[in-house]
């Protein structure tokens, strides 16, 4: 089992930064790619950012230049910062882990912070 506790989440103006954190704990893999991914209001969710054990990264084309996602493979935590933020950037931001495991592939979330940009 994986565990994921999200932090950093809040309320900013439009054009601000905030940082996202997610704790992993449990039977986290050194291999796993982990991620984050958001969920708007009235909308599904999608990806945001991911980022290999071998730290190659993935990003939506919406956040590309405004998003960096980085992991501490010691300290099992992967970050999400977040500048010239939008008020479409507002969503419920969740944490991911993509482990394969005995020739399948699990999906962990964490239970999502929030992200509120006014203008």
């Known amino acids: 089992q994986v565990q994921l506790v999200e932090s950093g989440g809040g309320l900013v103006q439009a054009g601000g930064s905030l940082r996202l954190s997610c704790a992993a704990s449990?039977?986290?893999?050194?291999?796993?790619?982990m991620g984050w991914y958001r969920q708007p209001p009235g909308k599904q969710r999608e990806l945001v950012a991911s980022?290999?054990?071998?730290?190659?990264?993935n990003y939506a084309e919406s956040v590309k230049g405004r998003f960096t996602i980085s992991r501490d493979t010691a300290k099992n935590t992967v970050y999400l910062q977040m500048n010239t933020l939008k008020p479409e950037d507002t969503a419920v931001y969740y944490c991911?882990?993509?482990?394969?495991?005995?020739?399948?592939?699990?999906?962990?979330w964490g239970q999502g912070t929030q992200v509120t940009v006014s203008t």
């Open positions: 449990g039977s986290i893999l050194s291999t796993d790619t």
């Open positions: 980022i290999t054990s071998s730290v190659r990264t």
């Open positions: 991911n882990v993509d482990s394969w495991r005995d020739m399948s592939l699990f999906h962990y």
